[in-house]
């Protein structure tokens, strides 16, 4: 099977420590590994996975295990449908229900079906709703021995704290713009000439998703661009007044939640940076942002920060995008200076 660590370096480190542990027998019953959107935490996890559940893993003795990629667990976990790893996420709802993680504890406390261990990964942790958290409370407090339950954290997405400290953290870093770009050129060379994104879509993706490479692909090889291009347009003449707010909110409402809220949360942090005079993450936002850093304090991209919180609570429990998208835009345009009328 691939080793993580070579089709993703940037995550050599924390898989040579799972490596290791591994080997000494130290692996926690509990990891909770953070990392930002579309670094790479759902293949890691299932890399982890598929080295645990392995008849033969390869590398024992030298302290490097990797899964054999040949026995019964690693064909299974090729096909996607080893009965012996689960994956819990968010589902309609947005938020991980308490139903699926009582479906997790009958999982844990269950025989294993075809391997000598279970693995329970949860993607989004930091999107279970309070019932759910106190449902995982109780495995976490009365752990199994055959079984690893490894939760996923969005960087900057609280978690409870009687979770978090039940459980061994690990951070997963972003990779250097070389290894985000070599990745990124090896995965779309695959790709059919014909859907292959142009080198300048490559790179805005890769500085629009802050570096992180599996985003950075969704991007190219979606709609995302385009999507963005035409919401960014908009939020640029509405703030001249030269379009009402509700036209401007269907353009953020086309992108779906996740990635308009992500946009608007972007944006707020390169008001920040422009406000404590560092530059933008995002150029083409950087004449806009630095014109509103000199009329504004450091503390209104804080609240804007603060109101993209509250918006992406809001969308948990299904609230209206488009009112959301409402709302932020026009917390953005009180940061327009107001012109004063000539006497």
Sequence with gaps: MTDIAQDMPWLANHWQSIQQRLTQKRLPHALLVGGERGVGKQAWAKAVGALLLCDSPSGLGNGAPLACGSCKQCELMAAGTHPDLRVYAPEKSRMIRVDQIRALTSFAVSSAQVAQHKVAIIDRADQLNINAANALLK????????????????????????????????????????????????KVAS????????DRDLARSLLLSGNAPRLALEYATGEFLSLRDAAFDAFRQFMKGQVGVGEAAKKFKALGVDDALWLFES?????ARCCAGGDVSDPETADMFGYLARSNPAWRAHELLDKVKESRSAAVYNASPELEASQLLIAWRSLMPVRRKAS
């Design 267 to 271: 944006w707020a942090a390169d008001l």
């Design 191 to 198: 790709l059919d000439e014909d859907a292959r994104p142009s």
């Design 139 to 186: 495995t976490l407090e009365e752990p199994q021995p055959d079984v690893t339950l490894l939760l996923l954290q969005e960087s900057g997405r609280p978690i409870l704290p009687t979770i978090r400290s039940r459980c061994q953290a690990l951070a997963l870093p972003l990779p250097t713009v070389e290894q985000a770009s070599q990745w990124l050129a090896t």
